[in-house]
């Protein structure tokens, strides 16, 4: 039986003035923030000092999404009541009625251009990451179950290291004759070794420990999808039901594997599975991709499995004829529609013809407008009642458009509860103004 939870540690997309990171992490780093008048994403260098951790800690849980924890003093961007401001976590537990949480919607990408070498070795790399391993004796091995995965190590063995592969012909025919078996084959010696030292990559055990490289991924979201994500998915990946998951039971690489998700403004899931064997519970990070529109957009990025059993799997999966769900996220009612009934009864707009205009039915415009009634607005939807209200009336309305084309998505928190404090030490504090600031910045140098 396998048993589901939340993620309970710090994602990679929430907003704050705190980063719960380890001081080794960070080195002129150049972090993710949201400026919060614009409520756009950015990047920018923040001034950095070492505080010691809180006494209070929280657990907020996130309606449909997930559950973290974090220290009393950490400052979050909320909409409650009207309004959008920053807010320590010990006093949200004292508003009334529903409070949201802004999350981004992506990860700033990066112009950094990238040699065919440089782009060879993230891959060789990301395959060792998943199923490989350095053996005493200069021998890095890798477990292989496809003839197409091989031909593409062999290929990069011989562009990045100049290295055959030693009976490949032999290899090749036990790959071939023994369909779905992994083998364990030898795919460096000494000068793949000098590297991954250099990169400071592990030898022997390296479940729990093992990560990507920071400098790889400052690479563009179309080159780590096309040479990293498609390595790791041919290693510890699985694809079926029109969806794609990575399984590891390295906390950091699972994430590094979400940011290269949000790089590409693509929307994963992240969650923590226990699975029990011989007797133990063994746990294990799965992130997940989901939904046709979702796997076309990767595939236009360029991820092709040379995996050719996953490849054929993900070919399946592409020509389902699903209907596309087009899910933007929502905006909560509390903070758009007061604007709406400000601005149409400002501009005494005519309520039929706003309907004929966006295309929306005019039972559900009047429902977005009853002060009675406070449905939350897709942001499609909002998008489109904003450009008609800028057609009808020939106005800017910069407070709508800021909140319909803004950089985050919002969720709905649950509850907090507070909880003992967990045993991280000590926390970087940064120093912007005017700006809320990413937690989990180990990724953003």
């Known amino acids: 039986m396998i048993r589901k939870t939340s993620l309970e540690t710090w994602p990679p997309y929430v907003f704050s003035n705190y980063a719960l990171i380890s001081s080794e992490s960070i080195k002129n780093e150049r972090l993710m923030c949201i400026d919060t008048n614009s409520l756009k994403l950015s990047t920018t260098l923040a ?72 782009e060879n070795l993230f891959s060789y790399i990301c395959y060792f990451a998943g199923d490989g391993y350095r053996r005493r004796g200069n021998e890095i091995v890798l477990s292989v179950d496809d003839i ?142 989901s939904g046709i529109r979702q796997l076309k957009k990767l595939r236009e990025l360029g991820f092709e499995l040379k995996h050719n059993k996953k490849e054929f799997r993900l070919q399946i999966e592409l020509s389902k004829n699903l209907p596309l769900r087009r899910s933007e996220g929502i905006i909560p009612s509390e903070i758009i529609q007061p604007t709406l009934r ?41 998008q489109r009642i904003t450009n008609s209200l800028k057609e009808m009336c020939n106005e800017n309305f910069t407070s709508l458009t800021k909140l319909c084309y803004s950089g985050v998505h919002w969720c709905k928190i649950v509850n907090i509860n507070k909880i003992p404090k967990p045993n991280i030490g000590s926390i970087p504090k940064f120093y912007m103004k005017d700006k809320i600031l990413a937690s989990n910045l180990i990724f953003m140098s």
């Open 148 to 289: 197409g995965m091989f031909n593409n190590i062999k290929n990069l063995c011989k562009n990045v290291f100049n290295y055959d592969i030693p009976n490949e012909e032999y290899w090749k025919n036990k790959i071939l004759n023994n369909e779905g078996k992994c083998f364990n084959i030898r795919v460096g010696a000494t000068k793949a070794n000098m590297i991954l030292d250099e990169l400071q990559l592990p030898e022997g055990k390296k479940n729990d420990i093992i990560s990507i490289p920071n400098k790889f991924l400052r690479m563009p979201a179309k080159t780590l999808i096309k040479y990293g994500l498609t390595s790791l998915i041919e290693t510890d990946g699985h694809v079926e039901d029109v969806r794609i998951r990575y399984a590891t039971t390295s906390w950091k690489l699972a994430l590094q594997v979400f940011f290269i998700y949000l790089k590409a403004n693509l929307q994963p899931n992240f969650e923590k599975v226990y699975q029990p064997l011989n007797g133990k519970i063994f746990h294990r990070y799965v992130v997940g991709l």
């Open 47 to 118: 001034r950095r000092n070492e505080i010691i951790a809180p006494v209070d800690w929280y657990e907020i849980k996130i309606k449909y999404r997930w559950k973290q924890v974090m220290p009393n003093g950490y400052q979050l961007l909320v909409a409650n009541d009207g309004r959008i401001t920053n807010i320590n976590i010990e006093d949200i537990k004292a508003l009334n009625g529903d409070v949201w949480i802004a999350t981004p919607k992506n990860m700033p990408d990066s112009k950094v251009s990238c040699s065919q070498q440089k």
């Open 342 to 382: 400000h601005i149409i009864k400002k501009f005494n707009v005519d309520i039929k013809e706003l309907s004929k205009i966006s295309n929306l039915p005019l039972g559900t415009l009047r429902c977005y407008l009853a002060p009675n009634v406070k449905p939350n607005i897709s942001v499609i939807r909002a």
